[in-house]
């Protein structure tokens, strides 16, 4: 912050509203739709305590070469209850591990507006590696590669449910 005069405790009065309106949403389980802040997300293993796959399994689709899927407290309840539209915040983590089985990157899913609207409703982010070396596949809303072929599924959501 460069500004720092008279007027900076009127400034730091309304940064710290700001810091404590951010506070609110982080208290769900639902990851932040940034590429730089997602990746970090994963790396410290914020999903870990979702509910999951009890294994590894080879992906129906492209992703590479075995995953395993967790869903947050949102998505989970609204796929047990049937509902075929989830609310806004329901996000899934696919873990992805190469031929050795070992962790090769993360597949994303977050639903950040109550309305799908064919896929843009939806955002989907894909890290290949583990490392600041790591290829970014997707980040962002309504990524075509991912919605196109998410369109079958529950809302987007292509995971046998119950989880295996
Ligand atoms: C050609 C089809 C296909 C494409 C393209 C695809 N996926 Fe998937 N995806 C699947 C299938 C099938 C599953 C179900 C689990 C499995 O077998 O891998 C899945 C599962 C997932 C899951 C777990 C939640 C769910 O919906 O089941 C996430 C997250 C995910 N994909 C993200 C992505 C992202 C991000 C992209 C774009 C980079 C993408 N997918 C592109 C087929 C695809």
């Given at each position: 912050m460069t500004v720092i005069n008279k007027s900076s405790g009127v400034l730091s009065g309304i940064m710290a509203a700001l810091v404590l309106t951010?506070?609110?949403?982080?208290?769900?389980?639902?990851?932040?739709?940034?590429?730089?802040?997602?990746?970090?997300?994963?790396?410290?293993?914020?999903?870990?305590?979702?509910v999951h796959e009890s294994k590894q399994h080879p992906s129906a689709g492209p992703h590479p070469q075995a995953v395993i899927a967790y869903l947050n407290s949102i998505l989970d309840e609204s796929m047990a209850s049937g509902a075929d539209n989830h609310p806004q915040g329901a996000a899934a983590v696919k873990e992805l591990f190469d031929g050795s089985?070992?962790?090769?990157?993360?597949?994303?899913?977050?639903?950040?507006?109550?309305?799908?609207?064919?896929?843009?409703?939806?955002?989907?982010?894909?890290?290949?590696?583990t490392t600041v070396d790591s290829r970014v596949v997707a980040d962002g809303n309504g990524v075509p590669l991912c919605f196109g072929c998410h369109t079958p599924g529950n809302d987007f959501v292509l995971i046998p449910y119950p989880l295996k």
């Open positions: 951010g506070s609110v949403s982080i208290a769900s389980d639902t990851p932040p739709a940034n590429g730089d802040e997602l990746f970090d997300w994963l790396k410290a293993g914020n999903y870990k305590s979702w089985g070992n962790l090769s990157g993360w597949a994303v899913s977050i639903k950040t507006d109550a309305d799908s609207a064919a896929g843009q409703g939806w955002y989907w982010y894909e890290m290949l590696g």
